[in-house]
């Protein structure tokens, strides 16, 4: 399985005894993770750990099923990506979930990050006023995503066109060159400039060739003979 790549920077301690322990599987238990969830659309953070032990009460007690909770796990899952999150989510989903809304339309969603289709992601989202509302209950959803977007272009790019960045941002104006000013970024006559990371440094690539010395004895041989 996967590893589950989000935690939030402290646990709440009742939290951590249930993901730990047996109790993770007592749906008595389901509406302390459920507000634990509520908590986290609040304050930006995403324990998907947490989150994931909710589908999986869900999944075998599906009286518990709460469609709004589903969601909000989906929506916030989507803010880790590239992580995978989303699809571990996903994974525990019955089949008639997975094929239905809002869960179709939030893979369309994914499907155009992980394609690094930013420019469609944003025309679908902006589109659609039904996202606009599946994502309202997780508080800076916009800003998460221009995040994750962010540092991708900045594991790919040393610099960018700024009408570029403008699409895949879906900033304009002050707000796109304040974002900019935020990343550590630079943009002069039209580009931006991204400092020099390990991820987007170009890499000299050194070719040997491996020739043992019997094979290069009968190279010569061959030589000489000819």
Request: aromatic share 8%; proline share 3%; with cysteine.
């Amino acid at each position: 399985m996967a590893r589950v790549s989000n935690t939030p920077a402290s646990r709440p301690e009742v939290i951590q005894s249930l993901i730990d322990g047996v109790d993770r599987y007592n749906p008595d238990n389901v509406s302390i993770l459920e507000e634990y969830l509520a908590t986290q659309c609040t304050n930006k953070e995403c324990d998907s750990m947490a989150n994931l032990a909710i589908l999986k009460l869900y999944q075998f007690n599906l009286h518990l099923i709460n469609d709004q909770v589903v969601n909000n796990i989906l929506v916030k899952a989507l803010t880790t990506l590239p992580e995978p999150d989303f699809n571990l989510c996903l994974y525990l989903l019955n089949d008639q979930m997975v094929t239905e809304e809002p869960v179709i339309r939030l893979v369309a969603l994914q499907d155009l990050l992980e394609q690094a289709r930013y420019a469609d992601f944003w025309k679908a989202y902006e589109g659609d006023d039904i996202y606009k509302e599946l994502t309202a209950e997780v508080l800076g959803f916009e800003d998460s995503i221009r995040a994750n977007i962010a540092n991708a272009v900045a594991m790919t790019f040393q610099s960018i066109e700024l009408a570029s960045l403008e699409k895949y941002i879906h900033l304009k104006g002050q707000a796109l060159s304040d974002f900019i000013s935020a990343q550590g970024w630079t943009e002069a006559n039209g580009v931006v400039s991204i400092p020099v990371n390990k991820d987007n440094e170009a890499k000299t690539t050194v070719l040997t060739e491996n020739i043992k010395f019997e094979q290069l004895t009968k190279i010569i041989g061959h030589s000489n003979d000819a």
